[in-house]
């Protein structure tokens, strides 16, 4: 049998955060395919259902290249295997199938470091296969984590090896495309979970309040909480060391939080536009805009990190430049993308109010982020 290589979502990651070239093979059913796909600034990806290729490749034998490697991939890493084999019994060399498919590519955190804070640095986890992004903050050995997925054991990993003690968990609000694990790891570091209690009156479990001007410290630096309403009636930004701007769902890079993931878009799109019209434009415009999501590749920076500074963004973001409240309106309560899959049920989930098993949970995550007004 010829031989099939396997490559991680981790090596997979890397290869496209550092812009190779790739040519990857997707199995899965077009409408999965159509709905969320791997993306890169050098990616070629082709679909082909799996079920087309069960008499061997002959549709595709024309398509495939000659020389480079192929990545084939599926929704958990099976049938991508056997695609794969077939590829290579055909006589292609660098034939590799991706360890877990599109599961494992939604769950894994790359860490990117973003900059310096005082004694410090604060780092990016970029989840590329989902359009997550969460923080760890650290000045002298203490640190804060804002917007934690639920894959704790990656964040756990980072913690260890660089040795940071973390007295701060926080959620800038509460999470509809996906599961947070904040409270589970403040519980695992005997830190203390923060969330905006507007965002909290269904919540079944304990937290700390994060209110308007709140300060908290981790080392020599400071993180200080400023209150951002729109895409959530609680949503809550963080200004660290008056240089970066951590704005969650409220502010993107190509966009702007939508309001209406707790069915509140005509009571909260005010609120939004007070937000980035009024609250932001007091703030200086040097400030590294790093919001908690990014809806494709385009957003990433050469260094696979997603931030800018806000006053470019106020400059080149079509959200941010439109006079007319009517139009602004109308631009974030119609025409709405689709709403996250399972987004009712992420909500009860980080309401505490239903507590799935891990494959349940993941099932709930699956597709892309959709928490920006396109």
Known sequence: MATVNHISVKELTKKILN??????????????????????????????????????????????????????????????????????????????????????????????????????????FVRVGKGCLSYIIESNGEGAIIDTNRMLDQYESFISQHNIKIKHVLDTHLHADHISGGRELAEKMGAIYYLPPK??????????????????????????????????????????????????DILFIDSIGRPDLAGKAEDWVGDLRTTLYNRYKELTDDLLVLPAHFMTSKEMNADGSVGERLGILYRENHGLSIASEGEFRSLVTENLPPQPNAYQDIRQVNMGKISPDNEEKREMEIGPNRCAVR
């Open 19 to 124: 812009h190779e070239n790739l040519f990857i093979l997707d199995v899965r059913n077009k409408d999965a395919f159509d709905d969320w796909k791997v993306e890169g600034k050098h990616v070629h990806i082709m679909n082909t259902p799996y079920f087309d290729l069960m008499e061997g490749i002959d549709p595709i034998v024309n398509d495939l290249p000659k020389s480079d490697p192929i990545y084939v991939i599926c929704a958990k890493g099976g049938s991508s295997q056997m695609v794969a084999e077939q590829i290579a019994e055909a006589g292609y060399d660098n034939v590799y199938s991706v360890e877990g498919g599109m599961k494992a590519w939604s769950e894994h955190l790359e860490p990117v470091k973003i900059g310096h804070v005082k004694n410090g640095a604060i780092y990016q």
């Open 199 to 248: 965002d909290a009156e269904e919540v079944t479990f304990e937290y700390t309040p994060l209110q308007d001007g709140d300060e908290y410290k981790v080392g020599d630096t400071t993180i200080k909480a400023i209150y951002s309403p729109g895409h959530t009636i609680g949503s809550t930004s963080f200004v660290v060391d008056d240089q970066y701007l951590l704005t969650g």
